[in-house]
C-alpha cells in the first residue's frame, strides 16, 4: 500500500468513528421520532402522518398523532416503545397513536397485554429497526470482494466458537480462512475444501474483540477471490440476556417481532436474521421483513 492509499485509509477509519462517536452524542428524541412500532398485520393497513397516507409494514414506526386506517377483518398489533405495551386492533377500526396510548376513535376497543420482553420485571426498551445506535466501529473491509460471506458480517455473535459461512465458487475448490484480531495478529488459519469453517473449541476469542475473517479461492483459471468481514463476541451479560429474552417458538409473532428487534439493537444481526426469515415465512407479503430476511 503507498503512503497515499495509507493515510486516504487512516483519514477514512477517523471518520468513522468520528461518525459514530457523534451518534452516540445525540438525544433520545433523535433515536426515535415515534412512539410505537408495527409487530404484527394481517390484512390492509394505512396510515397518515405529516400529510402523507401510506400502507402500514411490520416494523413500521408510529409517530404521536399517526393515524391509521384499519380495514374489515385486518388485525394490528402495535407495542409502546417507551411502556411495552402491546394493543391488538381488530378492523375496521379508526385509531390515532397519542404519545401515552392510542385513541380508536372508530370501531372495537382494542386488547391489552404487557410486553412480552419484561420478563423478571426487567423492562426492555426496543427501539426500531434501522435507528438503533451501534455499538461496533467497524473497520472497512476490502473492496472488489467475489466470496459472498453469509454471515458474521459487521455483527456481534452469542457464539464463542461461532461458524463461518460463505457462498461456494464451484465444486472442488479449496479455500483457505484466515481469522486476525484487532492488532492484525492471525489467530487462526486453515484450509478446508466445503464451504464453512467451525472454529476448534482450543482457540479462544475475546468478548467485545473486533476481529477479522477472510476467505479466499484460486480457480483453476489462475484468478484469486476473496473477502473479509468483522465480527465480535458478544459480551457474557449480552449473551445470557439474550437467553433469558428469548421467546418460545410457539410465541405470537409480534413477541418474536419485539425479541428479533431487540437482537438488531442490541448489534446480533446474525441472531435477528434468523427472526426475520421465519416471520417472512408466516408473512410473506411484508415487504420490510422480506428485505431484512434477505440481507
Request: glycine fraction near 8%.
Amino acid at each position: 500500500m503507498n503512503k497515499t492509499n495509507y493515510f486516504l485509509a487512516k483519514a477514512r477509519a477517523w471518520l468513522n468513528v468520528w461518525i459514530v462517536a457523534a451518534t452516540f452524542m445525540l438525544p433520545a428524541s433523535a433515536w426515535c421520532a415515534g412512539v410505537a412500532m408495527v409487530t404484527d398485520l394481517q390484512g390492509k393497513g394505512t396510515m397518515a402522518a405529516d400529510g402523507r397516507a401510506r400502507d402500514l409494514t411490520i416494523l413500521a414506526e408510529l409517530e404521536a398523532g399517526a393515524q391509521v386506517q384499519l380495514a374489515a377483518g385486518a388485525t394490528l398489533v402495535a407495542l409502546y416503545l417507551d411502556t411495552g405495551d402491546e394493543f391488538i386492533f381488530k378492523g375496521p377500526a379508526a385509531i390515532v397513536f397519542k404519545a401515552a396510548q392510542p385513541d380508536v376513535t372508530s370501531g372495537a376497543k382494542p386488547e391489552k397485554r404487557g410486553s412480552s420482553l419484561g420478563k423478571g420485571g426487567n423492562a426492555i426498551r426496543i427501539k426500531p429497526v434501522g435507528v438503533a445506535q451501534g455499538a461496533m466501529v467497524m473497520r472497512g473491509f476490502r473492496t472488489g470482494a467475489r466470496i459472498r460471506l453469509l454471515n458474521l458480517h459487521k455483527t456481534r455473535t452469542l457464539e464463542t466458537q461461532p461458524e463461518f459461512h460463505w457462498q461456494p465458487l464451484q465444486s472442488g475448490v479449496k479455500y483457505q480462512i484466515e481469522i486476525t484480531d484487532d492488532t492484525g495478529r492471525s489467530i487462526q488459519e486453515a484450509q478446508v475444501d466445503t464451504p464453512s469453517f467451525k472454529l476448534p473449541a482450543s482457540v479462544a476469542l475475546q468478548e467485545g474483540v473486533p476481529y477479522t475473517w477472510e476467505v479466499s479461492a484460486r480457480l483453476p483459471d489462475g484468478k484469486k477471490y476473496s473477502s473479509s468481514a468483522d465480527f465480535a463476541i458478544a459480551p457474557a451479560d449480552v449473551r445470557h440476556q439474550a437467553e433469558a429474552l428469548r421467546p418460545a417458538a410457539s410465541a405470537a409473532l409480534s413477541s418474536r417481532i419485539a425479541y428479533a428487534a431487540w437482537l438488531d439493537q442490541m448489534d446480533l444481526k446474525d441472531e435477528a436474521r434468523k427472526y426475520w426469515k421465519a416471520a417472512s415465512i408466516e408473512r410473506p407479503h411484508d415487504p420490510r421483513l422480506k428485505s431484512l430476511a434477505e440481507q
